[in-house]
T-cell receptor
Framework: KAGVTQTPRYLIKTRGQQVTLSCSPI?????VSWYQQTPGQGLQFLFE???????NKGNFPGRFSGRQFSNSRSEMNVSTLELGDSALYLC??????????????FGPGTRLTVT | QKEVEQDPGPLSVPEGAIVSLNCTYS??????FMWYRQYSRKGPELLMY????GNKEDGRFTAQVDKSSKYISLFIRDSQPSDSATYLC????????FGKGTLLTVNP
């Protein structure tokens, strides 16, 4: 069974631009969560989608948004990019609504650099 | 105070050593606890998952949770160079909260 896939793997953007990242979960998984990973803050929860609805949200500004499609694929959008948004963005999928009580499987991440 | 605190290391041990990785947490609402392993340039990989105090063993890995002292541990027996990675501990109520990770190097 294929794992979680994320595209693109690497991205360089300029401050003020916007970016869209894509995540395809493991087949059959309905929950998708997004995380930001930086050396300073570690791995931080952004939001979680289940059945096309955002179920949980972390403490990030409204510039960070996402959506989930009927096939469970998810996209994450960051508008008005700031230098501090440079990070590894990870997507994780699980069978049911997670992460409580369910195991999450991570993709390889998208490395975003903002210049 | 961060919800999950983890010593970032780095930790360097010889092959065959027993490794002890530790975290503390402050959120009493955490119901589930997990350890992830992350190799360089890869996404985190689930190692251990537990929802109660006590020990859980899987091969060379043992996870230990003490809810009374809010302490999470991971023990690696007979450590191998392939265990060299960053280890992330986490707790969950409705969302996963991670420590910053401990970088482990096992030297042949």
């Amino acid at each position: 069974k294929a794992g979680v896939t994320q595209t693109p793997r690497y991205l360089i953007k300029t401050r003020g631009q916007q970016v869209t990242l894509s995540c395809s979960p493991i087949s059959g998984h309905r929950s998708v969560s997004w995380y930001q990973q930086t050396p300073g803050q570690g791995l931080q929860f952004l939001f979680e989608y289940f059945s096309e609805t955002q179920r949980n949200k972390g403490n990030f500004p409204g510039r960070f948004s996402g959506r989930q499609f009927s096939n469970s694929r998810s996209e994450m959008n960051v508008s008005t990019l700031e230098l501090g948004d440079s990070a590894l963005y990870l997507c994780a999928s699980s069978l049911a609504q997670g992460p409580v009580g369910d195991e999450q499987y991570f993709g390889p991440g998208t490395r975003l650099t903002v210049t | 105070q961060k919800e999950v605190e983890q010593d970032p290391g780095p930790l360097s041990v010889p092959e065959g050593a027993i490794v002890s990785l530790n975290c503390t947490y402050s959120n009493s609402a955490f119901q589930y606890f997990m350890w992830y392993r992350q190799y360089s340039r890869k996404g985190p990989e689930l190692l251990m998952y537990t929802y109660s105090s006590g020990n859980k063993e899987d091969g060379r890995f043992t996870a230990q949770v003490d809810k009374s002292s809010k302490y999470i541990s991971l023990f690696i027996r007979d450590s191998q160079p392939s265990d060299s990675a960053t280890y992330l501990c986490g707790g969950s109520n409705y969302k996963l909260t991670f420590g910053k990770g401990t970088l482990l190097t096992v030297n042949p």
